[in-house]
């Protein structure tokens, strides 16, 4: 296992390696492989793909994400534009349904709103908007409409992991209650924790993951 000190130089090599955003920007403080992020970043966008970049550092058991979205005045843009902008990245994603999610926008904050048949549609929702310019953060409220029992949504996923992750799917518990997902259990890295995560929300009828498996290296 990685000692503190050991993992701090691995995510700051890390950060400093990802073209993304400035590394120069992030403070990194690990205690007990729990990693705490500080500083000001200068867009929604930066400030995710320095939590991914963390993600990717293997030890790394959990995040405190304390940055902070603070625009460079040549990026600042009104809600109006925002809003305008957000409705025209939907409707050009064509994994995003037409007509289905309705956004606002508030001091650069976008929350989305809606209802769409599944779980990939939602996370296409946001990806397609979090990059925009003047994006400060975004709230995910979109709704996925359930489809099918709760067995048969257990079923599909076991099935999806089965496919997906090298190693026995029996290992996770898999709680079902309506459209939620409870994910419980221990993987290997954060890749296999997103790949399981992963296959939860592309189930038809999952609305909500809650993801809490644990990364033990």
Do not use: C
Request: no cysteine; aromatic share 6%; hydrophobic share 45%.
């Amino acid at each position: 296992m990685k000692s503190d000190t050991q993992l701090r130089d691995d995510i700051q090599a890390e950060l400093n390696w990802d073209p993304a955003f400035k590394a120069s920007d992030v403070g990194v403080i690990v205690k007990d492989g729990v990693v705490t992020l500080t500083g000001h970043l200068a867009s929604h966008a930066e400030k995710y793909a320095v939590e991914r970049a963390v993600q990717r550092v293997h030890g790394v058991k959990a995040t405190a994400v304390e940055l902070k979205v603070k625009l460079a005045f040549d990026n600042e843009r009104t809600d109006a534009d925002i809003a305008l902008a957000v409705e025209r990245a939907l409707e050009w994603n064509v994994l995003v349904p037409n007509g289905k999610i309705q956004p606002q926008v508030e001091s650069g904050w976008v929350t989305l709103q809606g209802d769409v048949e599944w779980g990939y549609q939602r996370s296409a929702a946001e990806r397609a908007v979090r990059d925009l310019m003047g994006v400060t953060g975004v709230s995910n409220l979109v709704k996925v409409k359930p489809k099918l029992s709760a067995a048969d949504v257990e079923k599909k996923i076991r099935g999806a992991l089965s496919r997906q992750v090298d190693r026995e799917v029996n290992q996770f518990a898999i709680a079902v209650e309506g459209s939620q997902v409870t994910l419980r259990g221990t993987v290997h890295s954060w890749t296999e924790r997103d790949a399981v995560q992963g296959a939860a929300w592309g189930t038809p009828g999952v609305s909500v993951v809650v993801n809490e498996l644990l990364v033990d290296p």
